[in-house]
């Protein structure tokens, strides 16, 4: 007599996901590729803004040593070649160093404005109001070197770039 073993029958149990979980779990993954897409987004703006403070700090020391070595500030007409090339002591530039020409550069190149409608923009203007198509705002008379923009360019905080 033989005895066969018998085996139980096979249940295929295969589990799948329904179509409401699949459905959370999308809806889950958009909500938090939002939260996400806004912090970088915040995160560019404040890195703008903190670009532009350097900027500003940057080339505001490099005035203040500007006026210790020459006794005044670049005049406004001159400032790019002033603070770029070399001078002499009456704030005549040359781009080479000379025995005359042995002041500066004080900055390699003038910055980029990282904000607002002049963003991309170098050029200095006059410090006193706003002027469309240029970066920065100068007065030779008291070195005061501020961000060329309108006042309703602010920041992430509220406050105006061009007060920075």
């Known amino acids: 007599m033989s005895m066969r073993l018998q085996r139980a029958p096979r249940t295929s149990a295969r589990r ?18 939002t939260i996400i897409i806004g912090l970088f987004a915040n995160s560019t703006k404040d890195a703008a803004a903190t670009s532009l403070k350097d900027n500003l700090r940057n080339v505001r020391s490099q005035l203040q040593l500007y006026m210790a070595q020459h006794g005044a500030y670049p005049t406004l007409a001159g400032f790019e070649a002033q603070m770029t090339q070399y001078s002499d002591s ?3 530039t040359s781009a080479t160093k000379t025995a005359t020409h042995m002041y500066g ?5 003038m910055p980029v404005m990282p904000v607002g409608t002049n963003k991309g923009k170098t050029g200095v203007t006059t410090a006193s109001t706003y002027t469309a198509g240029f970066a920065w705002g100068y007065d030779a008379t008291t070195g005061k070197f501020v961000a060329n923009l309108p006042d309703t360019h ?6 105006k770039f061009n007060a920075y």
Request: net charge negative; hydrophobic share 60%; proline share 3%.
């Open 90 to 92: 009456s704030g005549a």
């Open 105 to 109: 550069p004080y900055i390699l190149q």
């Open 16 to 33: 799948a996901f329904t179509l409401v979980e699949i459905l959370i779990v999308v809806i889950i993954l958009g909500i938090l590729a």
């Open 154 to 159: 602010l920041d992430t905080d509220g406050n």
